[in-house]
């Protein structure tokens, strides 16, 4: 029987996975390193992330006659700077698929795959 939404009843699910099996699955070294694979690419990167979005709002707070300087026409070194955070945004997005492709998804297939079994 569904609910509204298209929802199974949680009684006919089946007994749901308890917070014991998630502790065991904690407790793998498997998981253990996908864990420390995410933390060593998230942690740096996201410190790296800030570090220059704070240099952007630092220089432009507090050294406007250099974020003012003229590169082209109309175009400053602040326009450049405010355009490089879109960029680098993007190039942190496209830098995270291709490492969660090579290193994190398969890892995490492999967790879910024998948690499954388990069940």
Same mark, same amino acid.
């Given at each position: 029987? %569904? !609910?509204?939404?298209?929802? %199974?009843?949680? =009684?006919? +699910?089946?007994?749901?996975?308890?917070?014991?099996?998630?502790?065991?699955?904690?407790?793998?070294?498997?998981?253990?390193?996908?864990?420390?694979? /995410?933390?060593?690419?998230? *942690?740096?990167? !996201?410190?790296? *992330?800030? =570090?220059?979005? /704070?240099?952007?709002?630092? /220089? +432009?707070?507090?050294?406007? +006659?250099?974020? %003012?300087?003229?590169?082209?026409?109309?175009?400053?070194?602040?326009?450049?700077?405010?355009?490089?955070?879109?960029? %680098?945004?993007?190039?942190? !997005?496209?830098?995270?698929?291709?490492? =969660? #492709? @090579?290193?994190?998804?398969?890892? +995490?297939?492999?967790?879910? #795959?024998?948690?499954?079994? @388990?069940?």
């Amino acid at each position: 029987m %569904s !609910t509204p939404l298209g929802k %199974s009843d949680p =009684a006919e +699910a089946g007994p749901p996975t308890g917070s014991q099996d998630w502790a065991k699955a904690q407790a793998e070294p498997e998981f253990q390193e996908l864990r420390r694979r /995410l933390r060593r690419f998230i *942690f740096p990167v !996201t410190a790296l *992330f800030l =570090a220059w979005y /704070l240099l952007y709002v630092l /220089l +432009a707070s507090y050294a406007p +006659a250099f974020m %003012s300087i003229k590169v082209f026409g109309n175009v400053n070194i602040g326009l450049l700077f405010g355009l490089l955070q879109f960029v %680098s945004t993007f190039a942190i !997005t496209a830098w995270y698929v291709r490492f =969660a #492709d @090579k290193r994190v998804d398969p890892l +995490a297939g492999t967790i879910r #795959d024998e948690l499954e079994e @388990k069940k």
